[in-house]
Every structure is written in structure tokens, then in C-alpha cells.
């Protein structure tokens, strides 16, 4: 796999809003936000390309990555009015950046919002 964007914000090469950090998992403010509340969760260690490309062995590190955006949600006040999370896999699904990634949307209600 060929370095991403993604890569170089883990390496602190280039700037990031990150609001979250644990062992495993980076969490930053998307650069083109769609919702007022718009980060990007990634795991810091395993640069899995899409979904697709997860096995059964991803199964953990996937679930971290789900559980650290509902941490941050609790964490920021966002769960009581909920949020969502997307997860794009390929082109046609949107993704650009091809290290797995989560978006955390909220701030506004579902239909106020674009889709990753």
C-alpha cells in the first residue's frame, strides 16, 4: 500500500485538528466539512485501504474504530441528539482516501447535512 494523507497526519508530518487519540486509533476534524461536526476516525497502526480489503482479523480494530467516534460523541455532548457514522468504500462510495476510515456527522439533523 502507498503512503496516504492519512499516514503522514499519524507521523505529525502535516497539521491536523486531531480530538481524539488513544493506543490505536486518530481522530481529526475533516479539512471539507458536511455537517458542523465532521471528524475523521483512523487507525493508527494498520492502513487497511477499504472495507473490502478488512479480514476477520480487522474485526477488533474495527470495533475501536467505532467505539472511539461514540466516545467522542458521548464525550462532546453529541450522543443525546445523535449522530451518524459512515464508512466509504471505493470510488463509488466516495472514498479518496484509501486508509479505512470513519466520519463522525452531527450538529444538525440528518436531512441538514451532505453524506460523505
Known amino acids: 500500500m502507498t503512503d496516504t494523507i492519512f499516514g503522514k497526519i499519524i507521523r505529525r508530518e502535516i497539521p491536523a485538528s486531531i480530538v481524539y487519540e488513544d493506543d490505536d486509533i486518530l481522530g481529526f476534524r475533516d479539512i ?3 455537517a458542523p461536526v465532521h471528524v475523521l476516525f483512523i487507525p493508527k497502526h494498520q ?3 477499504t472495507l473490502d480489503d478488512a479480514a476477520a482479523g480487522d474485526a477488533a480494530l474495527l470495533g475501536r474504530l467505532m467505539l472511539a467516534a461514540a466516545a ?3 464525550r462532546e455532548g453529541l450522543a443525546q441528539d445523535g449522530y451518524r457514522v459512515v464508512m ?3 470510488e463509488h462510495a466516495g472514498q479518496t482516501v484509501f486508509h479505512i476510515h470513519l466520519h463522525l456527522l452531527a450538529g444538525a439533523p440528518l436531512g441538514q447535512f451532505g453524506t460523505p
Open 88 to 90: 466509504n468504500c471505493r
Open 47 to 49: 492502513p487497511i485501504p
Open 32 to 34: 471539507a466539512p458536511q
Open 72 to 74: 467522542y460523541a458521548r
